[in-house]
């Protein structure tokens, strides 16, 4: 019988995949038997088990992300962030996004990404960023109640630029102010609120005269507390999320809890704040569950929850 070449190829893997687990049960079984292994022997039996591991960790990221994806989008149909009129055709939805927008521009709540820093970042990490743009202005795009967003310090030579328009449809089309002025060439000092995880004093509320900065970083390589820099160079305002207040450690394997978020992260939960008036709401919908942290039980602000707007930073 004839093989049409994916066919060929199919059966190919099969038949090594089947390779696998057959030498893997007979090395499993070498090392029951406490046999020396030659190094040839040992090497690939690292090789397979670091491919499987690595098989089994992949399997369990795809299943957890799309339970996440689904848990947020339930989270976010019940808070009524989005928009959503299933009665009205794409066309009729789309103009009425694009009137929100627009309308944003003029009277939305006026919020900066800086992007000042990106000269120190890697190329994966300007292209992760990159990513994190598309998907922040792909939520505001659906919210009821838009930002006025700003892309500040960005310039077209950039990398960050290029790649946002490489992997991001419609970026030059995008409703989004694009300068290579900074926060403070547009802004007066004192309405900016720069948001970082390491400012003292949390975020109370969002107030309609503030100006919302976040900080375009990628946290790989990119070392602590530099938004936090930034604001104090600056001389503004910090505020971090309230999550000490509404939010309490959860038991996981790894003992990992991380108050660091992305930036389109921090941008959702502002949005579902500023739709609900609930940070408990807001963290429950977007706190990615990876962090190690959950909505505390009846959470409520204690009376040390200050207004960001008391806090100046000095340089
Ligand atoms: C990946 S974080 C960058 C963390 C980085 N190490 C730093 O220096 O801040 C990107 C941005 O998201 C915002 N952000 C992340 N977590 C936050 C939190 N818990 N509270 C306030 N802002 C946060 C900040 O604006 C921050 O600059």
């Known amino acids: 019988m004839e093989h049409t070449g994916s066919n060929t190829s199919e059966i190919q893997m099969n038949e090594v995949s089947e390779m696998v687990d057959f030498l893997h049960i007979n090395l499993e079984t070498d090392v029951g038997e406490c046999r020396p292994v030659r190094e040839g022997e040992a090497h690939s039996?690292?090789?397979?088990?670091?491919?499987?591991?690595?098989?089994?960790?992949?399997?369990?990221?795809?299943?957890?992300?799309?339970?996440?994806?689904?848990?947020?989008?339930?989270?976010?149909?019940?808070?009524?962030?989005?928009?959503?009129?299933?009665?009205?055709?794409?066309?009729?939805?789309?103009?009425?996004?694009?009137?929100?927008l627009v309308e944003a521009q003029s009277t939305g709540i006026k919020l900066c990404v800086d992007l000042s820093m990106t000269d120190i970042m890697s190329d994966k990490e300007i292209s992760r960023l990159a990513g994190q743009l598309r998907r922040l202005y792909g939520s505001n795009k659906k919210a009821t109640q838009p930002f006025h967003l700003f892309l500040t310090d960005l310039r077209e030579d950039s990398r960050l630029y290029r790649e946002c328009l490489r992997m991001n449809d419609g970026f030059l089309n995008y409703v989004i102010e694009i300068t290579e002025e900074s926060c403070l060439d547009l802004f007066p000092p004192e309405t900016v609120v720069y948001l970082t995880p390491d400012a003292d004093e949390a975020l109370e509320t969002i107030e309609d005269d503030k100006v919302y900065v976040l900080g375009g970083l990628v946290d790989e390589s990119i070392q602590k507390k530099l938004s936090l820099s930034r604001a104090r160079e600056l001389s503004v305002h910090t505020a971090r999320l309230p999550i000490d207040e509404f939010m309490v450690k959860r038991n996981n394997a790894k003992n990992f809890h991380s108050k660091i978020l992305a930036v389109n992260q921090v941008f959702d939960i502002l949005l579902t704040f500023r739709c609900t008036n609930s940070w408990m709401e807001a963290f429950q919908s977007w706190f990615p569950q990876g962090k190690g942290y959950v909505v505390a039980p009846e959470a409520s602000p204690p009376p040390s929850v200050q207004s960001a707007s008391t806090q100046t930073q000095s340089s």
């Open 45 to 100: 039996r690292n090789v397979l088990r670091k491919q499987r591991n690595w098989e089994r960790q992949l399997a369990t990221k795809k299943s957890k992300r799309k339970e996440e994806k689904q848990r947020r989008k339930n989270n976010q149909e019940q808070a009524g962030v989005y928009g959503h009129h299933p009665q009205f055709t794409k066309r009729v939805m789309k103009a009425i996004t694009k009137e929100r």
